[in-house]
């Protein structure tokens, strides 16, 4: 079965030739010519990619792809756009494109972006979600967003629960103090204060408390890991 691909590009010169090549390399092709078109075809989740242009009539191309990622769908979305500058490009990602291709630009250079976005979404639809983590005898389930720990509930708040799940998913590895700063506070820097050895403390003392075994230790001069084993 081939892959279906919408292109919404409202020049046809453009469009009729991105889909000339798409078509004969064997992908199934949808085009349409304004951004409103584009974002109702793009929620019927029929596709395995989107291209779209920047400077799109009703709806540009950026807002169409924030409008799509709002509605939940991952589609894989490939921008085109004569801006160029790092700061265009850097919008367009932060919109929710997957990747950014600056005109004029080759069909070969289009067609490799193409293969590459589709291998990934191949990769991450053959790997099941994880919807429950395990370390010994605790569970997380990330649905629920709900801890216990042999069978005993643990009621954690919402930044507990971010920095027990992220160590779960590194259970028996080392968790630097950067690693969790730049991932749970978004600090790309140091801010100067124990905020992440306060937090530890709290969710150690909730995962601790009443068990005979720790299961969250601290690893001097490094970080800290989620294991079952001392």
């Not at 004569?82 to 080759?106: E, I, Q």
């Not at 976005?117 to 649905?143: C, F, H, N, Q, Y």
């Not at 080392?174 to 820097?189: A, D, G, P």
Request: hydrophobic share 45%; proline share 3%; aromatic share 6%.
């Amino acid at each position: 079965m081939s892959r279906k691909i919408l292109i919404v590009e409202d020049d046809t010169s453009t469009s009729s030739y991105i889909a000339k090549g798409l078509v004969e390399a064997g992908y199934a092709v949808e085009t349409c010519g304004n951004g409103r078109d584009g974002l109702f075809l793009a929620s019927e989740g029929i596709f395995d990619l989107i291209i779209a242009d920047r400077m799109l009539p009703g709806l540009d191309g950026l807002a169409m792809v924030s409008a799509i990622r709002a509605a939940g769908i991952a589609t894989p979305a490939l921008i085109l756009s004569a801006l160029a500058s790092v700061d265009d490009r850097v919008d367009g990602l932060k919109a929710g494109a997957d990747d950014y291709l600056c005109k004029p630009f080759s069909f070969a250079e289009l067609s490799a972006r193409i293969e590459a976005l589709v291998r990934r979404t191949d990769r991450t639809s053959a790997e099941p979600m994880k919807t429950r983590l395990g370390v010994g005898d605790l569970e997380i389930d990330l649905l629920a967003r709900s801890v216990t720990r042999a069978g005993r509930a643990i009621p954690l708040g919402a930044r507990e629960f971010g920095i027990l799940e992220f160590l779960a998913r590194h259970a028996g590895q080392v968790v630097t103090r950067t690693m969790m700063l730049e991932k749970i506070w978004n600090y790309h820097f140091d801010p100067g204060s124990n905020v992440v050895d306060v937090h530890i403390g709290r969710l150690r003392r909730k995962l601790e408390d009443g068990f005979a075994t720790p299961i969250l230790h601290t690893v001097r001069g490094a970080g800290y890991k989620l294991s079952a084993e001392g």
